[in-house]
């Protein structure tokens, strides 16, 4: 029999510190049936490896959320959709997300952000959240998105709705299913002419005037840019910083060989991942080890758990900076893996290189936990960037991104 977990995830204290629950879940095997949502979750590495490649089977076109509102009220959507569709609106999405594409901004964020961060040493207490992690996407994200002033003002609190109400109907999410129709009512409202010339918005009403993409499609493509791009990687900034502050050892190697920071970005999201877990809905019997998981039911993908498995990753609660982090899995894998990854990375490289220029101690205190049902990460973090007295070197071209 399936072994089934008592414990509600959703409850306010496991949503603060959930990785407790995450081993327990682990522990009973790989897959586990929870009670509400009522669903069979997927805790381990091996588990939730395999369960995204078998998009075949565990399909994400009956949303990928825990309610019957978000899973079925949608218009043509990226993350949860299959096949063409799926196919047709990630290639028009990932043209300016590619790799090679995104390494054009690096130069002007770097600057941004070793100007913001530079002016921050030894200055005393700040809310690092505030003025480091959310810094670049509201400042230079949004611009390179396109849209007009009044939706960027909005973009944060529809994004943090967007993940909130894909949870189980709980008290309040009426409050985010407000937020997330007013989001899409702009969504609608746009058109070519009211976004700005050159930026990711109008290729995307270039598409679908070439007929690569429908005009519904140009619109939930859009929504891609926005919804998941800003509080994942605000929150993985946060618990970068957080990890480098509890873990002074770690911090020095960083200091002593910056080349390490690539692979610190890696494991930091690994060992703090953001996204807690997406659903899929079977579409015939799935094998789990021994156990089947039948056509028709909903499963919890726990990309979160999967990356402190132990059986994957020794000692998996240490954030140790010289790990190979790089099969982990907390952009997903298989044909939904995040569209963003690269640019996530390249934000979290910049503010790691920034830091080691200009800082020498980093302290941290106490964090608030953001109560949010799809993603783990701090509402604001109080910390300290402390330097000896030091040459400050010129920012150059720090003046913006528009046209990277
Ligand atoms: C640390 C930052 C980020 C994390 C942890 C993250 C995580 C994820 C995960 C786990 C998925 C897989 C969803 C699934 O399996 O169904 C995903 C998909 C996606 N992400 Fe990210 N993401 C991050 C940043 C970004 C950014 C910056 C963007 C956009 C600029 C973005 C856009 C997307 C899109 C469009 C998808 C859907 C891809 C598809 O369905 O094919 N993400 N992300």
Redesign the pocket.
């Known amino acids: 029999m399936i072994p089934t977990y008592e414990d509600d995830l959703f409850a306010p204290d496991a949503l603060a510190a959930p990785f407790a629950h995450y081993q327990a879940i682990r522990e009973l095997g790989l897959v586990v049936r929870l009670r509400d949502p009522d669903v069979y979750a997927i805790p381990r590495y091996e588990g939730v490896r395999d369960a ?1 490649l078998a998009s075949d089977i565990l399909a ?1 076109g009956d949303g ?1 959320g825990f309610n019957d509102v978000i899973n079925t009220n949608r218009g043509p959507n ?2 949860a959709s299959d096949g063409d569709q ?1 196919q047709r609106m ?1 290639r028009a ?1 990932l043209g300016p ?1 590619r790799a090679s594409q995104v390494q054009r901004y690096r130069e002007r964020l770097k600057a941004m952000i070793t100007e913001r961060i530079a002016g921050l040493v030894n200055q005393g207490p700040f809310d690092a959240m505030a003025r480091i992690a959310r810094y670049l996407p509201t400042a230079a994200i949004s611009e390179l998105v396109g849209l007009p002033e009044e939706g960027r003002a909005s973009m944060l609190d529809w994004a943090n709705a967007t993940f909130n109400g894909m949870g189980p109907m709980r008290e309040g999410i009426d409050g985010d299913f407000a937020l997330m129709r007013e989001a899409r009512a702009y969504m609608d409202g746009l058109d070519r002419t009211r976004v700005r010339e050159g930026s990711w918005a109008a290729n995307l009403f270039d598409a679908a005037a070439s007929g690569r993409i429908t005009d519904a499609e140009a619109r939930g493509a859009l929504s ?2 926005v919804m ?2 800003l509080d ?2 605000i929150y ?1 900034k946060g618990h970068l910083l957080r990890n480098l502050a509890l873990a002074p050892e770690e911090w020095r190697r960083l200091r002593r060989d910056p080349a390490l920071i690539p692979g610190a970005v890696l494991e930091g ?1 690994r060992h703090s991942s ?2 807690r877990w ?1 659903a899929r809905v079977a579409r015939a019997d799935y094998a789990v080890g021994e156990h089947v998981v039948p056509q028709g039911a909903r499963v919890m993908v726990m ?1 979160a758990a999967a990356n402190r498995d132990e059986r994957q990753y020794p000692d998996p609660d240490r954030f140790d900076v010289t790990r190979d982090a790089r099969a982990h899995l ?3 894998n298989g ?7 690269h ?2 990375r390249l934000e979290m490289e910049v503010m790691l290189e920034a830091l080691v220029e200009n800082c020498d101690t980093l302290e941290c205190g106490e964090p608030e936990p953001v109560m949010n049902r799809t993603l783990f990460g701090f509402r604001d973090m109080r910390f300290e960037l402390r330097a000896v007295a030091r040459e400050r070197r010129p920012v150059a071209g720090a003046a913006g991104v528009a046209t990277a």
């Open positions: 995204l994400s990928i990226l993350i799926h990630k999405v997300l891609a840019y998941p791009s994942t990687t993985a999201v953001v996204i997406f990309y907390a952009w997903g044909p939904h893996m995040c569209a963003g990854m640019l996530a």
